[in-house]
């Protein structure tokens, strides 16, 4: 805005402040046109009335008359008019002194009537006139041609205004931009580094400004590593309890064996069997526990080792399958296996039975009674950013009916100890590490891992693997 004020002060400054006669010459004729007029006014005014105050404006018109003239000569350039002006001076000289001389006379003589010999002077009077025209039309060419560059200017300094008020949106707008976005870039950068805080990622962001922001993203940077060093801490007491939890319950197993199994002493109660039973079945539960600690503290090292080989995921499926069919028989609950033909993949056996060993699991523990669980396998070709070979992917869906996920717990899902809040609707308590698992080996074979849920009407987990 301030560059076109400018931009238009400087196109019209030679309009307002310019030196060219034409526009002060005839403004000025005009004016001696009209004292003119009024002294001849004055002049009948006061032959006629004879008394002090027309006097006095006689003799103040035709002062202002001679000091114009005297100021119009002093403009003139051009011979022609500056002898056309004095001609004029002449003729309003001689007209002067017959104002004074009937002055004079009327003074000495008060019955003296002036106004028959005023008529001799009318030729004098149209003679100024004319002069004055003259002079005017003379200088009119000129004045049009000046009004003409005037209007011109006042259009290019309208247009260059125009233009620089656009180039002043276009870089005020480029600038608002740059500056909105050094404002909200390390904003957005504390934004996400809070979203990898809470996804278990403790990373520092970089300060890139010197003002309250930086030393908020300092404050955050500090609690990032502080978060860090107690995971870590916590990690390696979960990974050095596991490891002197899995001695002991050996041993306990080994026990439990040793009693139900002895031959030397008196033989066990059923009552007494039943309770070793539930030893050794609650020891397998711990141990499985350990074991999952294990995983994770191995996972979140980078020490997880995988054993990749060719082998057909059926194979590696089924018999799963088949143990998870036999469970849900006690429950009435149903199990279907449907496969397409699946082509070899690059797979860990173990790892991957893990994975679908847990979400069966989860499908049996989630779905009531009379239920239904399926699980289809079949080669796609729409894979995402899965596979990058060309070869396609191999999709295994984990269906269930069961009670389904809350839409604010997915997203959440695959962190580790986490626990929808549909788990209360069932007896049997879990970890929180199988789908962390799941996630961690889906994604070590290069593939990946989603769920879809709705509340009542049970969910469904998809592995994708590349083939």
């Known amino acids: 805005m301030v560059g076109m004020s400018i931009t238009i002060l400087l196109q019209l400054k030679p309009v307002f402040t310019t030196d060219q006669p034409e526009f002060r010459i005839i403004p000025l004729s005009q004016y001696l046109e009209k004292l003119l ?12 009335a004879k008394d002090q105050l027309n006097q006095q404006r006689l ?20 011979n022609d008019t500056r002898s056309l002006v004095e001609a004029l001076i002449a003729m309003h000289h001689r007209y002067e002194d017959y104002i004074k001389q009937q002055t004079h006379r009327i003074q ?16 004098l009077t149209d003679s100024i006139r004319q002069r004055l025209h003259v002079l005017n039309e003379a200088y009119l060419p000129t004045l049009s041609k000046a009004l003409k560059r005037l209007n011109q200017q006042t259009s290019d300094a309208i247009s260059g205004g125009y233009y620089i008020l656009l180039l002043a949106l276009a870089i005020g707008s480029v600038l608002a931009l740059l500056i909105a976005r050094n404002v909200t870039k390390p904003i957005q ?9 809470g996804e278990g990622h403790y990373e520092t962001v970089a300060v890139t400004t010197y003002d309250e922001i930086a030393d908020l993203t300092n404050a955050f940077n500090l609690m ?31 026990g439990c064996y040793s009693i139900v199994h002895t031959k030397d002493g008196t033989p066990l109660t059923q009552r007494q069997r039943d309770a070793v039973g539930m030893i050794h079945q609650a020891t397998n539960r711990i141990n499985q526990f350990v074991n999952s600690f294990l ?12 054993k990749f080989e060719s082998a057909n995921l059926f194979e590696v499926l089924n018999p799963l399958i088949q143990e998870a069919q036999l469970i849900a028989q006690t429950r009435q609950i149903d199990v279907e296996f449907l496969s397409d033909q699946i082509p070899s993949l690059i797979i860990d056996k173990e790892r991957i039975g893990q994975v679908f060993s847990n979400l069966l699991s989860n499908a049996l523990k989630y779905t009531p009674d009379d239920g239904l669980i399926t699980i289809r396998m079949k080669k796609s070709n729409d894979c995402g950013d899965v596979t990058k070979n060309g070869h396609g992917c191999v999709v295994i869906d984990v269906q269930d009916s069961g009670v389904g996920i809350p839409e604010t717990d997915l997203p959440k899902l695959f962190q580790k100890f986490y626990q929808a809040k549909n788990v209360p609707l069932v007896n049997e308590k879990g970890s929180g590490l199988g789908l962390a698992l799941v996630k961690h080996v889906a994604e070590a074979h290069g593939g990946r891992v989603s769920v879809k849920s709705q509340v009542g009407a049970g969910s469904t987990f998809t592995i994708t693997l590349p083939a």
Request: net charge negative; no cysteine.
């Open 108 to 123: 000495s003589d008060r019955t003296y009537d002036p106004l028959p010999t005023i008529g001799s002077q009318v030729g």
């Open 189 to 197: 950068a504390l934004k996400a580094g809070t979203e990898r805080v």
């Open 295 to 306: 995983d994770v503290a191995k996972m979140e090292a980078g020490l997880m080792k995988f």
């Open 224 to 254: 990032s590593e502080k978060l860090k060093q107690l995971d870590e801490m916590r990690a390696q007491l979960m990974s050095e309890i596991s490891h002197e939890m899995r001695t002991p319950l050996q041993v306990i197993k080994a």
């Open 37 to 48: 007029e009024t002294e001849t006014e004055s002049v009948h005014k006061y032959f006629n």
């Open 59 to 78: 003799t103040l018109t035709t002062n202002q008359f001679r000091t114009s003239a005297d100021s119009l000569l002093q403009m003139m350039e051009r």
